[in-house]
């Protein structure tokens, strides 16, 4: 029992893990990208302030949506529009 109790918390750290790395490679590649287009130190630095000045605007509401509506419907929703999008960006 008491390795049932550790299996599921480690997958979980392992899997979020491998996200955050992903996320960080992400960021990098876009930054080169940025910055290969522009040649810019400003636009680069420009997607790092995106991010907070988006969680500031967008944060307060955000919470209050996600205290109304189901989350599992909600989250099942943004899945696939995600997907959506992610099938139709290489038309553009």
Do not use: C
């Amino acid at each position: 029992m008491d390795s049932l109790n550790l299996k599921f918390p480690i997958i979980y750290l392992f899997t979020v893990g491998i996200a955050n790395i992903g996320g960080w490679i992400y960021l990098l590649a876009i930054n080169l990208m940025v910055l290969e287009e522009t040649g810019s130190a400003l636009a680069v630095s420009a997607l790092y302030i995106i991010k907070p000045i988006t969680q500031l605007l967008v944060g307060p509401w955000a919470g209050s949506v996600i205290d109304r509506v189901s989350t599992k419907h909600m989250m099942v929703t943004l899945d696939v529009i995600r997907a959506m999008l992610i099938l139709i960006y290489p038309f553009f």
